[in-house]
């Protein structure tokens, strides 16, 4: 159903405090807290005694003790305490997946510990970088994961569902070039000499026609970032012009709900605390667009599963990562019965 060995976001690092907060992931359940010296962990919600959800229990400590019968569990997943007894059973645990925070996200690992390697964490360094700010937020879906992603990955619908902030004619009907590779797919839509939309407007304060560009990079399992700039036609002097890295990290929820992060990084008005406010208001707009239009094709696929639908040539880079998809799935799950 899902892939698994790799990192996925679990939460953005400011929702994981002193207190349990569980959270679903690829169908598992999980606890997110945090220890009192601030490390950032991740438990499986389920008591190994009677199953009731940690999430039901107390933070004690660095602990958490089930609010059913008190078993304790460290930051390690093992239980350490059972009330009424000095001992307790080597097997009386709890898995702790492996979590690690970078660019303001915390990242889980979902498959097999023994392949947790930090270097795979997708980069979205604009979060962090100097000359860069952010905005962003967490938008629940009520879609399978692999909706929104096509969304992302063809962004011809910006003309008729975005037309208040980042849609144009000449979005659906100019055509990309799809770029794929062994395990990445780019999609590049180059428009020249046409009228700016208004969010770019405002970002950018444009009175003329500009060159746009959306170039569209996706990797595994289901990270999407997209680079989207503009410049006012006839120039090449990107001062002029604008630059923003929308990041997309997608996680699974469950086969038919998703937690969508979302951030719009930029390089230009950075002290503008306003602007920032504008931009987050307007992708929130955008991306709640979105949203109506996944969750409305999740609810007729799973009225009519065997409909069979129609691609277009601008689905290239759908069918490209799909088939990629495929292959990797198989590949782990070949991995697994060895």
């Known amino acids: 159903?899902?892939?698994?060995?790799?990192?996925?976001?679990?939460?953005?690092?400011?929702?994981?405090?002193?207190?349990?907060?569980?959270?679903?992931?690829?169908?598992?359940?999980?606890?997110?807290?945090?220890?009192?010296?601030?490390?950032?962990?991740?438990?499986?919600?389920?008591?190994?005694?009677?199953?009731?959800?940690?999430?039901?229990?107390?933070?004690?400590?660095?602990?958490?003790?089930?609010?059913?019968h008190g078993f304790t569990y460290d930051a390690s997943g093992q239980c350490v305490r059972?009330?009424?007894?000095?001992?307790?059973?080597?097997?009386?645990?709890?898995?702790?997946?492996?979590?690690?925070?970078?660019?303001?996200?915390?990242?889980?690992?979902?498959?097999?510990?023994?392949?947790?390697?930090?270097?795979?964490?997708?980069?979205?360094?604009?979060?962090?970088?100097?000359?860069?700010?952010?905005?962003?937020?967490?938008?629940?879906?009520?879609?399978?994961?692999?909706?929104?992603?096509?969304?992302?990955?063809?962004?011809?619908?910006?003309?008729?569902?975005?037309?208040?902030?980042?849609?144009?004619?000449?979005?659906?009907?100019?055509?990309?070039?799809?770029?794929?590779?062994?395990?990445?797919?780019?999609?590049?839509?180059?428009?020249?000499d046409i009228e700016p939309p208004p969010m770019f407007v405002r970002m950018g304060g444009f009175t003329g026609r500009v060159d746009r560009w959306q170039i569209i990079d996706w990797t595994p399992p289901a990270n999407i970032v997209i680079e989207a700039k503009a410049l006012p036609t006839g120039t090449n002097d990107w001062s002029k012009g604008v630059i923003t890295e929308v990041i997309n990290f997608i996680t699974?929820?469950?086969?038919?709900?998703?937690?969508y992060f979302w951030a719009q990084a930029r390089n230009f008005a950075t002290e503008n605390m306003g602007l920032s406010k504008v931009l987050h208001a307007d992708v929130t707009r955008t991306f709640l667009e979105d949203k109506d239009i996944v969750e409305a094709q999740e609810t007729r696929m799973r009225q009519f599963p065997d409909f069979e639908t129609v691609d277009a040539r601008f689905d290239s880079g759908v069918a490209h990562c799909r088939r990629i998809v495929k292959r990797l799935m198989a590949e782990e799950a070949a991995a697994r019965h060895a």
């Open 252 to 259: 699974p929820e469950t086969p038919h709900s998703c937690h």
């Open 82 to 192: 059972i009330p009424g007894q000095s001992q307790v059973p080597a097997n009386a645990r709890v898995r702790r997946y492996p979590l690690v925070e970078r660019w303001g996200f915390a990242w889980v690992w979902m498959g097999d510990p023994a392949h947790a390697d930090e270097s795979k964490i997708p980069r979205a360094h604009w979060m962090s970088e100097p000359g860069w700010t952010a905005v962003g937020d967490l938008l629940p879906l009520a879609c399978r994961s692999d909706l929104i992603r096509d969304n992302l990955l063809d962004l011809s619908h910006v003309t008729f569902v975005h037309q208040a902030t980042i849609g144009t004619t000449m979005v659906a009907e100019t055509p990309v070039v799809t770029e794929p590779g062994e395990a990445s797919v780019r999609v590049v839509r180059a428009m020249k």
């Open 1 to 68: 159903m899902f892939l698994r060995n790799y990192w996925y976001v679990c939460a953005w690092s400011h929702e994981i405090v002193r207190k349990i907060m569980p959270r679903r992931i690829l169908d598992e359940p999980i606890i997110l807290y945090r220890t009192e010296g601030g490390a950032a962990v991740a438990l499986a919600d389920m008591c190994c005694h009677r199953q009731l959800p940690l999430s039901f229990g107390t933070l004690v400590g660095d602990t958490v003790q089930c609010g059913y």
